[in-house]
């Protein structure tokens, strides 16, 4: 049996024994099954199939997955648990349209706070010499 153990900001998603899984990760998809030598790699948009008494996945927003002593400790900084690849895929993209959205309202506030800071400058004439 495998422990997977999958964490993100929001607490521990998942943390149980599993019979194998498959890492959609970076690198391809990668099979992990009882007493696999170790291997860390990263999952910016992936999944994890998880397989025992049913079949589930996990999707995977901005993670890395560390497997050793049948132990797969997965950190990430969003992830859900659904019962098919379609909709693990849909839960991926979604999470992905929501991450994009606040980036570009982070750089829009990001653009105007610097105009307002360069006209303050010019404004207080700070750094001008008479």
């Given at each position: 049996m495998i422990k997977?153990?999958?964490?993100?900001?929001?607490?521990?998603l998942i943390n149980e024994d599993?019979?194998?899984?498959v890492v959609d990760g970076d690198n391809g998809q990668l099979g992990i099954l009882t007493n696999r030598l170790p291997v860390i790699t990263?999952?910016?948009n992936g999944y994890i199939k998880i397989n025992s008494s049913?079949?589930?996945?996990?999707?995977?927003?901005n993670g890395v997955i560390d497997?050793?002593?049948n132990v797969a400790m997965v950190i990430s900084q969003d992830a859900a648990i659904?019962?098919?690849?379609e909709e693990a895929k849909e839960i991926i993209r979604?999470?992905?349209e929501e991450i994009n959205k606040a980036?570009?309202?982070k750089n829009v506030d990001f653009v105007e706070a610097e105009k307002e800071l360069f006209k303050n400058i010019k404004e207080s004439k700070a750094g001008h010499i008479d």
């Amino acid at each position: 049996m495998i422990k997977i153990i999958i964490a993100t900001p929001k607490g521990e998603l998942i943390n149980e024994d599993v019979d194998s899984i498959v890492v959609d990760g970076d690198n391809g998809q990668l099979g992990i099954l009882t007493n696999r030598l170790p291997v860390i790699t990263k999952i910016s948009n992936g999944y994890i199939k998880i397989n025992s008494s049913s079949v589930r996945f996990a999707s995977i927003v901005n993670g890395v997955i560390d497997f050793q002593d049948n132990v797969a400790m997965v950190i990430s900084q969003d992830a859900a648990i659904s019962n098919s690849y379609e909709e693990a895929k849909e839960i991926i993209r979604k999470r992905n349209e929501e991450i994009n959205k606040a980036n570009k309202q982070k750089n829009v506030d990001f653009v105007e706070a610097e105009k307002e800071l360069f006209k303050n400058i010019k404004e207080s004439k700070a750094g001008h010499i008479d």
